[in-house]
């Protein structure tokens, strides 16, 4: 089964300094990772994508996440943390549901906290 | 990017009522549509998984008589709730996958609609 698990709830980071947000994996086959985020009471947009290539991948909002095989880690970072930062993230995995139909499964997202 | 609206973005509704949510897409067709329900402080649970012209797909768990998932055509798909209670109370989030990108594509989801049950 395909999964994807954000072992923190919540992260602090201080304005100004580097945040990881993590999440680890779990896929029978490639794995085709997404990260998204969330403000308050609004949808999910979309940050970045891991499907095949470098392992760096570049997002949104200088955001960055690195793949890593045999952690199976797909972390998400970025080098200066904003306030406007401050939201919920979600790590997700495509799932195939079966007869050519994917969907994206999340995990329970992490709440992240810069503070001025 | 690809667009993706909801409407209403709030609703509240007396218990017994049945509300109607509409998921569009703007700029692209959207051949598969997503709902999500997500609870406070919770990821997002798949509810059910909407094709264009055929019948809804759900998830263990979710009664598709009380949630029902109209996907009539490529830019719009609606979510029913019947007889809505109080436990219906909750973020109901579409997304929707542009067919054109390819199969390994993101979705976009909608802004979301809090649906409140008296």
């Known amino acids: 089964a395909q999964s994807v698990a954000q072992p923190e709830d919540q992260v602090n980071v201080a304005e100004g300094n580097p945040l990881t947000v993590k999440c680890t994996y779990s896929?029978?086959?490639?794995?085709?990772l997404f990260w998204y985020v969330q403000y308050p009471n609004r949808g999910l947009q979309f940050l970045l994508k891991?499907?095949?290539?470098?392992?760096l991948v570049k997002g949104s909002y200088g955001f960055e996440a690195e793949f890593n095989k045999s952690q199976t880690s797909f972390h998400l970072k970025k080098p200066s943390a904003l306030v406007s930062d401050s939201a919920l993230y979600f790590c997700?995995?495509?799932?195939?549901?079966?007869?050519?139909?994917?969907?994206?499964?999340f995990g329970k997202g992490t709440k992240l906290s810069v503070i001025p | 990017g690809a667009v993706v609206s909801q409407h209403p973005s709030w609703v509240i509704c007396k218990s017994g009522t049945s509300v109607k949510i509409e998921c569009r897409s703007l700029?692209?067709?959207?051949?598969?549509m997503f709902w999500y329900r997500q609870f406070p402080k919770q990821s997002l649970m798949l509810m059910a998984t909407?094709?264009?012209?055929?019948?809804?797909?759900?998830e263990q768990g979710v009664e598709k008589d009380k949630f029902l998932i109209n996907h009539a055509s490529l830019t719009l798909s609606t979510l029913t709730v019947t007889s809505a209670h109080p436990e219906d109370s909750s973020f109901y989030i579409c997304?929707?996958?542009?067919?054109?990108?390819?199969?390994?594509?993101?979705?976009?989801f909608g802004p979301g609609t809090r649906l409140t049950v008296l």
């Open positions: 997304s929707a996958r542009d067919q054109a990108r390819g199969i390994y594509n993101e979705q976009f």
């Open positions: 896929v029978s086959g490639n794995p085709y």
């Open positions: 891991y499907i095949t290539g470098d392992n």
């Open positions: 997700a995995v495509f799932k195939d549901s079966g007869a050519g139909s994917y969907q994206l499964t």
């Open positions: 700029d692209f067709q959207a051949t598969t």
């Open positions: 909407s094709n264009e012209g055929s019948k809804a797909t759900y």
